[in-house]
């Protein structure tokens, strides 16, 4: 059965027995294999934001790009908040026309994050990448309907909360752009849920055929 990592940034083919959804940020990089994501990432949106779009809808018209994203917000970097958000909006309109799932990038925005779904009428599945904060929070965010990612920072100890509540019909596991292996993050979370590995497998399995619409 299937190792799925659900968002990576390595460019390199993955592992035998995993299937990665590498993330292709429009405008810094091109498709270079499928399946995979399509986004525009708030570190990275042009000057001519309307050229960057397009080039965004017709990467999301190939077959195999099952998802819109990353994309978000993000309190932390130099792009100026309005043109973060009106980035972001945007995608969310096209995620709703296409009806493909989003995978949000968020730092220090989650109610704000929170306000511009609400205020598209988003009705696509939200996956937050690379959740690493606490359980208090990853409550809300579930409550709200998302799904959550955890990635290599579990690896540190500091996510036992979270790893051990979280529904597992709720869950994805990525690398995201650092070194970690899949199957270490997977046997992790099963050692700290004591969970058999292949059950967490399927799970997931089932997860992604079911947010992603993609069949394996």
Not at 28 to 34: D, V, W
């Amino acid at each position: 059965m299937l190792l799925i990592d659900i968002h990576t940034h390595k460019h390199a083919e993955p592992d035998p027995g995993v299937l990665t959804l590498p993330n292709v940020i429009v405008s810094k990089e091109s498709i270079y294999r499928t399946p995979c994501s399509a986004g525009i990432h708030p570190w990275y949106i042009d000057e001519n934001f309307d050229r960057q779009f397009d080039t965004l809808k017709m990467y999301q018209q190939k077959e195999g790009v099952i998802a819109v994203g990353e994309c978000g917000l993000d309190k932390m970097t130099r792009t100026p908040w309005d043109r973060q958000l009106m980035a972001f909006e945007k995608q969310i309109e096209l995620a709703n026309e296409l009806n493909k799932p989003l995978i949000l990038h968020c730092v220090r925005a989650y109610s704000e994050v929170y306000a511009a779904l609400n205020n598209k009428h988003n009705q696509v599945p939200v996956m937050m990448h690379g959740y690493s904060k606490n359980w208090s929070l990853a409550e809300s965010l579930l409550e709200n309907g998302y799904y959550l990612s955890l990635g290599p920072h579990i690896l540190k100890g500091g996510m036992m909360e979270v790893i051990n509540n979280i529904p597992l019909d709720r869950l994805f596991l990525e690398c995201d752009d650092k070194n970690a292996k899949i199957s270490e993050i997977y046997a992790y979370f099963c050692r700290v849920r004591k969970l058999p590995l292949q059950d967490l497998q399927q799970q997931i399995l089932l997860n992604f055929k079911r947010v992603f619409n993609y069949t394996i």
